[in-house]
């Protein structure tokens, strides 16, 4: 028979203010007499931010130590790109030129989302061979569309847990409908959730993409190349893309970086290829 032991003797915070009409006190007392944790309008307050950091920061840090999730790997690239079956869609049903030729750019892309997908579900078969949940790895994203929702989809396709960090934008951006439920994130401020991207991540795999891509990218190369961090793989999709829009080689030749900063770079063309880096980088089974 198990024993009915308490873990902790205090009441949670959601017990106490259920047993309590706080709210109905704060009407006499005037809004002062709000509970600070439970009164909105003062934790939105300028002078508070210190602690809706520490909050960003925790939220996501604890949902995800429930779930042994340990290790990620994050996908970065365009939230523009399309599956191919929806570009050809696109394509059809053109009314003019000048939306087939949107299309048909959309068309050409669509290798990009179908690659990530692939990857999602390389990764997810991978984590089914481990039985101890600590030695999973699971695929991270910013959890909208493009990029984010392909790798997120290749991996919940294939049965496995998937990771979203959403941010809060003007023009609302809404967590695509592939990231399990209880690990979709929303984050206000970019710096927590570049935090939580680099927290657990044991690679990085970048798409082609546009400045958001790009900020993500270099932010993980600056804080491996400054010791932030520990080295880990990086890895570029579409070789031809990434050595034409950056050039790192002459970044070399002009000794603005280290030879010695390449080396956690790895270009690549297949998601397949992706995988083998990380395969090898960390000896995985």
């Known amino acids: ?6 873990r902790d003797n205090a009441q949670t915070a959601g017990q106490f203010l259920a047993a309590t009409r706080g709210d109905a006190e704060a009407k006499q007392y005037g809004d002062s007499y709000h509970l600070a944790f439970a009164d909105h309008e003062f934790l939105s307050r300028p002078e508070v931010r210190g602690i809706r950091f520490e909050l960003e920061l925790l939220k996501p840090d604890l949902a995800l130590r429930e779930r042994a999730i340990d290790h990620t790997i994050v996908v970065f690239g365009s939230a523009r790109f399309i599956c191919k079956a929806d570009a ?3 394509l059809a049903k053109a009314p003019d030129d000048n939306a087939r030729l949107k299309a048909n750019t ?4 669509s290798h990009h989302y179908e690659s990530a997908r692939e990857f999602g579900h390389l990764v997810a078969s991978y984590n089914q061979t481990q039985s101890d949940a600590h030695n999973r790895l699971h695929i991270c994203t910013g959890g ?17 847990l998937t990771i979203g960090l959403n941010i809060s934008l003007p023009r609302e951006q809404n967590p695509n409908p592939y990231i399990t439920p209880g690990l979709a994130f929303r984050f206000h401020y970019f710096a927590l959730r570049k935090m939580h991207f680099v927290m657990r991540a044991r690679a990085i795999v970048v798409y082609p993409g546009g400045f ?13 190349q400054t010791k932030k961090i520990e080295p880990l793989p990086v890895v570029l999709v579409d070789a031809q893309h990434w050595q034409t829009v950056v050039r790192f080689d002459l970044l070399v030749n002009q000794e603005l970086i280290d030879v010695a900063d390449m080396k ?11 995988w083998s880096v990380i395969r ?5 089974d």
């Open 1 to 6: 028979m198990t024993p009915k032991l308490p």
């Open 88 to 90: 050809e869609l696109l």
């Open 106 to 109: 959309a068309l050409d892309n």
């Open 144 to 160: 909208g569309p493009g990029i984010m929702e392909a790798a997120n989809r290749g991996a919940f396709e294939s049965g496995d």
């Open 212 to 224: 958001g891509s790009f900020d993500e990218l270099f932010e993980v190369l600056t804080l491996i």
């Open 264 to 274: 956690i770079i790895h270009f690549v063309d297949t998601a397949t290829q992706a």
């Open 280 to 284: 090898d980088w960390y000896e995985l």
